[in-house]
């Protein structure tokens, strides 16, 4: 009699093989996901950054706590870098270039009350179409800029690119940038712009000795602006060197903002090569990951409380409705919004590029500093049209890490007023609703919300 051979009663059942397939499959493409996410970001030869610290910090002060995590782990548009030696020889060259200048703007010199001279609706826009280089540009520095002369020179001197970030009120903790390549620091400029309640913050945290004259924080050179001078809002003083930075650094090629919440994860030489040299573009920033149109920013701003004066943010908007703002369309096409995330700018410094930051500082002066309110009404308004490259919110999320600003107890971000300076001011409301003034809708744009909501003006 043979030997007779029984099937295991595991794999009697056709169920339960199919099960343990679908278990086993699931289990290695949750590993392969993990382990290989889809990145916005390649390079085409080997980078080798510098590995050791550019700082070391002491323990308690917290430079990596509370970093945002993003969701988006696929990407529409990859950017592709050069190889970093070639970047380097590349934008050295240009920076060498005696001709980068040949078509410069003239500024508005004198002394004003305010910094940027607080000019009238008609009177800013009298200098969106700028053709004739005799014309002299309102673009600040009507006051002094308080710093000290040795930080002016420095600034002098820096002649090719330059990373500038700001921190007032103590708002944000500095952090170092990060995969920085070995010749970097050697040819691009970092500078840091804080105040006194951010500088007493630095000593508490033992980051500078208090008795040194050039502070230095790893990659930044720290420079501290004398407030008192300048705006009462610590946000609008944070402006100047956000958008003005070309003034600041006249002899700089190319500069690269970023918001001191963000953390750069990318040299900047191979950023400005990639988003702009390559793009042929005035200026590169991300689209906003939600918005399109200036009126869904202008009521988030007004419902989360970003900034105080409601009733400022509706003359805003009717301001630039009256005077020609329209909601985003294919028309405007090639730009594929019309707003910004602003928190990384990077620009090659020419005359479009200088004057479209010089009409934006006149319009945050003249109403508030949420620049992203003003950001399409200049730029579609602005002649010469300006060269603009919007990336994705997938890019823009590998490029920087952001993390959560320094808010204290009983801190709002409105005013963008408190420890230490004036306190915050109370929201103040606009009547019933930012839209509405006296139960009609819209007032001066209502032809803007038709058109942004899809619906006939007529």
């Given amino acids: 009699m043979g030997k007779v051979t029984s099937t295991p009663l595991l794999f009697q059942s056709k169920l339960v093989c199919f099960s343990l397939l679908y278990l086993f499959t699931s289990l290695f493409l949750a590993l392969y996901t993990s382990l290989s996410q889809t990145k916005c970001l390649f390079r085409s030869s080997p980078f080798y950054p510098i590995q050791s610290p550019l700082f070391s910090y002491p323990p308690n002060y917290g430079e990596h706590k509370y970093a945002i995590p993003t969701q988006r782990k696929s990407c529409s548009s990859p950017v592709h870098f ?49 053709y004739n280089e005799s014309t002299e540009i309102p673009c600040g520095f009507l006051k002094k800029f308080p710093v000290s002369d040795s930080d002016r020179t420095a600034m002098e001197e820096c002649r090719g690119l330059v990373v500038v970030s700001a921190i007032f009120n103590d708002h944000d903790k500095i952090r170092q940038p990060k995969g920085i390549g070995s010749k970097t620091l050697e040819n691009v400029c970092f500078f840091m712009f804080i105040d006194e309640i951010t500088l007493k913050g630095f000593y ?28 009462k809002n610590p946000a609008m003083n944070g402006v100047i060197p956000k958008y003005l930075v070309h003034r600041l650094f006249p002899n700089a090629k190319f500069s690269i903002w970023v918001d001191a919440k963000m953390q750069l994860m990318v040299d900047p ?14 200026m590169a920033i991300s689209k906003h990951p939600y918005y399109v149109h200036t009126m869904e920013e202008a009521m988030e701003t007004a419902r989360w409380k970003k900034w105080w004066d409601v009733d ?29 995330d602003s928190a990384l700018i990077l620009r090659k410094h020419g005359l479009r590029s200088n004057l479209f930051s010089c009409l934006l500082f006149n319009e945050m002066e003249a109403f508030n500093p949420r620049d992203q309110l003003a950001f399409a009404y200049v ?47 109370k929201t ?31």
């Fill in 82 to 130: 050069s190889d970093y030696w070639k970047v380097l020889k590349e934008i050295q060259n240009l920076c060498k270039n005696s001709s980068w200048n040949s078509s410069v703007l003239r500024y508005m010199q004198g002394k004003s009350e305010t910094f940027g001279g607080s000019f009238s609706t008609q009177n800013r826009i009298s200098y969106f179409v700028h």
């Fill in 204 to 231: 508490q945290h033992h980051l500078i000795p208090e008795k040194s004259e050039n502070y230095k924080i790893g990659a930044w050179r720290v420079v501290k602006v004398l407030s008192k001078g300048l705006y």
């Fill in 269 to 282: 030489l191979l950023l400005i090569h990639t988003l702009v040299v390559n793009e042929k573009a005035d």
């Fill in 312 to 340: 400022g943010l509706k003359r805003q908007m009717e301001t630039y409705c009256e005077n020609g703002l329209l909601p985003w369309t294919p028309d405007k096409l090639p730009y594929p919004s019309d707003v910004p």
């Fill in 379 to 425: 730029r579609d308004l602005m002649s010469p049209r300006l060269k603009l490259n919007m990336f994705s919110v997938e890019v823009f999320e590998q490029i920087a890490v952001e993390y959560r600003h320094n808010l204290k107890p009983g801190v709002g971000t409105s005013g963008g007023e408190s420890k230490g300076g004036p306190k915050t001011k």
């Fill in 428 to 458: 103040k409301r606009a009547g019933n609703d930012l839209l509405y003034v006296n139960g009609s809708c819209c007032s001066k744009c209502q032809r803007y919300l038709l058109e942004m909501w899809g619906e006939s003006p007529g």
